[in-house]
């Protein structure tokens, strides 16, 4: 009798190992991090993003100016850790619905549509997220070799560069080509690359375009990666 071969099921955040919990020093350096990027995103909302200085900010969240200065050189960089840390809780909480979704396609397109929705709440503050994460071009700004987190680097500085993002369409990729339902000769970190950079451009061409609607943006970049850019063959006329 021929042996079979079962494939085990795979969802889409499955990974091979959880990372060790942090110590007490970084717990404490989190909190810091934390504290000191939800004071800066209350003072922006109250008082608007660009009414704010930094020195309001230590003094609204206790701290000396150095200190600080020590963790976030610049507002963005508050704004970053603000904002990546919604991301983290957001992709936490979709976790079981992105998971009994049957096919790659499906779960893509509901993890977009989440993203548009926290987008557009805030459209306001996203031009100034997106250059800052721009200035870093370093080995962790693409993908996950370079080392970083979504939260710091192991000094506990801000990263600029991951939003968590890449990591949730490498999740999905790994899981697609587990099942079959993507190409395999690529690796499912160059794949998210790619997909993440057609999100960034579909951003980037909402951001600019008051009128956009940012979920035909990105019902179009999940058309150009299933079909490309080639046109399609048209159907030959009956004799």
């Given amino acids: ?64 100016k150095g200190t600080l200065y020590n963790h976030f050189p ?33 779960r893509l397109c509901y993890l977009l549509s989440a993203s548009a929705d926290w987008c557009e709440a805030r459209r306001g503050y996203l031009p100034h997220y997106l250059r800052f994460r721009f200035l870093d071009l370093g080995p962790g700004r693409f993908g996950p070799g370079g080392g970083g987190t979504s939260h710091g680097e192991g000094n506990g500085e801000a990263n600029p560069g991951r939003s968590g993002m890449d990591l949730a369409f490498d999740a999905l990729m790994a899981a697609a080509q587990h099942g079959g339902e993507l190409r395999r000769d690529l690796p499912s970190g160059q794949l998210a690359t790619l997909f993440h950079h057609l999100y960034l451009g579909a951003l980037m061409r909402w951001l600019a375009a008051p009128a956009a609607d940012l979920r035909a943006e990105f019902a179009a970049i999940v058309d150009l990666f299933f079909h490309g ?7 030959e006329s009956a004799p």
Wanted: charged content about 20%.
């Fill in 1 to 64: 009798m021929e042996a079979t071969h079962q494939r085990t099921a795979q969802t889409p955040f499955d990974s091979p190992a959880a990372p060790a919990p942090p110590g007490r020093r970084q717990r404490k350096r989190s909190r810091t991090l934390d504290h000191l990027a939800a004071t800066a995103f209350d003072l922006f909302e109250t008082h608007g993003y660009d009414a704010v200085t930094m020195e309001q900010i230590a003094a609204q969240a206790d701290v000396a």
């Fill in 74 to 106: 610049v507002k963005e960089a508050l704004l970053a850790h603000q904002f990546h840390g919604e991301l983290a809780a957001g992709l936490q909480q979709l976790r079981a619905a992105l998971d009994g979704l049957g096919s790659f396609q499906a």
């Fill in 229 to 235: 850019a080639a046109r399609a063959a048209e159907p």
